[in-house]
């Protein structure tokens, strides 16, 4: 393990003052540099103003200013954010919301349909959608309901295309989720983008809800801001964290289209939407101030 003192741009440096360059920006999140001035002096003006309050009741501006700041640039008929505190959490809610978007018009759907090889992180809904057994094994047995399709390439595109309608005739799915364009944990396996928007309509056109797990492509990692802005069929939800926090704090958000959130938000509880476990972690104004220096940077 390489113990690691300081960083500045685009470098770490140990306790010995021997530089490294941070080639993967820790894991996709310090995208503007280490310890960039203009991310500094935001967080610190806040953190003299208001520094942390829960979201139970309670609300602020950076956190409305950042909502609407990313609904202008999110491509779709997003309209409302969730606010959470990491990429695992980003799907997993995701996950639950396509879920509960069926229980509560009183449709049962159990089964949710996700790629070979694909990786959404490292909680129970997350680790069940994810295809890469070494990080999943121990828990297996403890799994959702997931069927799973190879990436469609140009060689078996359509093998997965009439794979996937065969599922949806079979099975009752309540959601899709993928990482658009490229699978980063599998080993930036790039795939077919026309395959992929052929399957993202077929969903759609069967209520299925379709969840794009940005948490590595968003933000410029595939030439446009959003790897969904490439594809005419865009998600009901899109999972965002790692760049837009610029690696300054654990966060993420799930943008949802307007259409799919009006029976969380048209109900009372037991229909209404709750994580509430996350709830304290979320609205940190300081997180909210370095996201928006991020955003203002694409």
Same mark, same amino acid.
């Given at each position: 393990?390489?113990?690691?003192?300081?960083?500045?741009?685009?470098?770490?440096?140990?306790?010995?003052?021997?530089?490294?360059?941070?080639?993967?920006?820790?894991?996709?999140?310090?995208?503007?540099?280490?310890?960039?001035?203009?991310?500094?002096?935001?967080?610190?003006?806040?953190?003299?103003? =208001?520094?942390?309050?829960?979201?139970? #009741? $309670?609300?602020?501006? @950076?956190? *409305? +200013?950042? &909502?609407?700041?990313?609904?202008?640039?999110?491509?779709?008929?997003?309209?409302?954010?969730?606010?959470?505190?990491?990429?695992?959490?980003?799907?997993?809610?995701?996950?639950?919301?396509?879920?509960?978007?069926?229980?509560?018009?009183?449709?049962?759907?159990?089964?949710?349909?996700?790629?070979?090889?694909?990786?959404?992180?490292?909680?129970?809904?997350?680790?069940?959608?994810?295809?890469?057994?070494?990080?999943?094994?121990?828990?297996?047995?403890?799994?959702?309901?997931?069927?799973?399709?190879?990436?469609?390439?140009?060689?078996?595109?359509?093998?997965?295309?009439?794979?996937?309608?065969?599922? =949806?005739?079979?099975?009752?799915?309540? #959601? $899709?989720?993928?990482? @658009?364009? *490229? +699978?980063? &944990?599998?080993?930036?396996?790039?795939?077919?983008?026309?395959?992929?928007?052929?399957?993202?309509?077929?969903?759609?056109?069967?209520?299925?809800?379709?969840?794009?797990?940005?948490?590595?492509?968003?933000?410029?990692?595939?030439?446009?801001?959003?790897?969904?802005?490439?594809?005419?069929?865009?998600?009901?939800?899109?999972?965002?964290?790692?760049?837009?926090?610029?690696?300054?704090?654990?966060?993420?958000?799930?943008?949802?289209?307007?259409?799919?959130?009006?029976?969380?938000?048209?109900?009372?509880?037991?229909?209404?939407?709750?994580?509430?476990?996350?709830?304290?972690?979320?609205?940190?104004?300081?997180?909210?101030?370095?996201?928006? #220096?991020?955003?203002?940077?694409?």
């Amino acid at each position: 393990m390489m113990p690691i003192a300081r960083a500045q741009g685009a470098l770490l440096f140990d306790p010995e003052e021997r530089s490294y360059i941070d080639g993967i920006s820790s894991w996709y999140t310090a995208v503007y540099g280490h310890c960039h001035p203009e991310l500094i002096g935001a967080v610190r003006s806040q953190m003299e103003t =208001l520094d942390q309050v829960v979201f139970s #009741g $309670f609300t602020h501006r @950076p956190a *409305v +200013q950042l &909502a609407e700041q990313l609904l202008a640039v999110l491509p779709g008929d997003m309209s409302k954010v969730f606010y959470s505190d990491n990429g695992s959490t980003a799907t997993e809610i995701g996950i639950k919301m396509a879920l509960q978007y069926h229980f509560n018009r009183g449709e049962k759907r159990s089964v949710l349909l996700a790629f070979e090889e694909g990786f959404h992180g490292d909680t129970f809904g997350a680790m069940s959608v994810s295809g890469l057994s070494v990080y999943n094994g121990p828990f297996e047995d403890f799994f959702l309901k997931v069927k799973r399709i190879p990436v469609p390439t140009a060689e078996n595109k359509q093998e997965v295309l009439k794979m996937a309608e065969q599922l =949806l005739q079979e099975h009752a799915v309540a #959601g $899709f989720i993928y990482e @658009p364009l *490229v +699978q980063g &944990a599998a080993g930036m396996k790039i795939y077919d983008a026309s395959a992929l928007d052929q399957l993202l309509g077929m969903m759609q056109a069967e209520e299925v809800i379709c969840i794009a797990d940005e948490v590595m492509t968003g933000f410029g990692k595939t030439g446009s801001l959003f790897a969904s802005s490439q594809l005419q069929h865009t998600p009901e939800i899109i999972c965002l964290s790692k760049a837009l926090s610029a690696g300054w704090c654990l966060w993420r958000r799930r943008p949802a289209a307007k259409k799919y959130t009006r029976p969380f938000t048209r109900t009372k509880s037991p229909k209404g939407f709750s994580t509430g476990i996350l709830i304290p972690r979320t609205p940190w104004p300081v997180r909210r101030l370095a996201k928006l #220096g991020t955003l203002a940077k694409q």
